[in-house]
């Protein structure tokens, strides 16, 4: 398995590249677009070769955007900005569809579920994941992250900070990460806690199952370590170490064979999962690399896999993946 350097683009947007998420080929639209969220307020959208725009920039994000999640159908995605709104948006035209207010807490992490019904936000202060349904956009439940037994009350008092979260690709587990390094694991069709998983120390960033097997979890820490998890199970599988500082970002491939981490050292890694091992290493990123994300499957000629990252240094980049 390896990277290859395709296209880049440099001054993406005005300020740091904190998103990124690729929209999947839909009916009316035979290719996947990638989706950039920056501090500048903006969410552009990109051709997914060429780099080239394909619609005009979505705003109204105040204070910035810290996640993009796009609906597995491809036609809307949400945009979660610092000002504790998530705004849901018409990819093609960039058009608002509506705006949940997830006040008085900020959110960071989202993700729709992988059939679409509901849409998944970390709630940062707090303290809990908040859903959503995609139908009428009403809320359907807000999960609280327990405090793990035999945890040391927290001292200052705000409890829990979530930062990130991932669904199973089949929709019956959910899982969220925090500032404390605490991961929660809820059963999604109940709507239940099941239990923690250990091993983090420091903010949990990112997370991922993979898509061949729903019961792994991969998380990256402030640790600097990969973790994987057999998350129903409340099993570690595996770590995997090598950044220099902070995985701010991870995705693993379609084929459930690779992990591709995103790092404050100004990094890319690519891992092979099971090897437990780094096999290639990018740095073509001059700062923080918030935002590592492949292509999904599908659409007109489609004939490799794609990578896409974007970072502090305003800029975005496309690999091949092989």
């Given amino acids: 398995m390896k990277l290859a350097g395709f296209k880049s683009v440099d001054g993406a947007h005005e300020d740091s590249i904190w998103a990124a998420a690729w929209v999947p080929a839909a009916d009316h639209r035979p290719t996947a677009l990638l989706l950039t ?43 979660v900005s610092i000002d504790s709104h998530i705004r849901v948006f018409d990819v093609d035209s960039g058009a608002s569809v509506t705006t949940l207010d997830a006040a008085p807490s900020e959110v960071w992490g989202v993700q ?11 709630g940062g202060g707090s303290g809990s994941v908040k859903l959503w349904d995609t139908e009428k956009w009403q809320p359907i439940a807000s999960l609280p992250v327990p405090r793990p037994e035999g945890a040391r009350p927290d001292k200052t008092g705000s409890g829990k900070f979530v930062l990130s979260v991932a669904w199973s690709p089949d929709g019956k587990l959910l899982a969220c990460g925090s ?104 740095s073509n990123h001059s700062d923080q690399v918030w935002a590592v994300a492949f292509r999904p499957p599908g659409g007109e000629g489609v004939r490799a896999g794609r990578l896409a990252s974007a970072s502090d240094d305003k800029s975005i980049s496309l690999y091949d993946y092989s």
């Avoid at 051709?47 to 105040?62: I, T």
């Avoid at 729709?112 to 970390?122: D, E, S, T, W």
């Fill in 37 to 79: 969220g920056s501090i500048d307020e903006t969410v552009r959208a990109w051709q997914p070769d060429d780099l080239a725009v394909a619609s005009p920039p979505a705003g109204g994000h105040a204070l910035g955007v810290v996640s993009l999640a796009a609906h597995p159908a491809g036609v809307i995605a949400a945009a």
């Fill in 179 to 282: 500032m404390d390094g605490t991961i929660a694991v809820y059963d999604a069709v109940r709507m239940k806690f099941l239990h923690h998983l250990d091993g983090h120390h420091m903010p949990v960033r990112s997370m991922v199952f993979s898509p061949v097997d729903p019961h792994v979890l991969l998380t990256g820490c402030d640790d600097s370590h990969i973790h994987i998890y057999d998350a129903k199970e409340k099993g570690l599988i595996g770590a995997m170490s090598g950044h220099a500082s902070w995985v701010l970002s991870i995705d693993v491939s379609p084929d459930g064979m690779a992990v591709v981490t995103g790092s404050s050292d100004r990094t890319i890694r690519l891992w092979d999962i099971n090897a437990r091992a780094s096999v290639q290493t990018m």
């Fill in 112 to 122: 729709f579920h992988p059939k679409g019904i509901a849409l998944a936000a970390a």
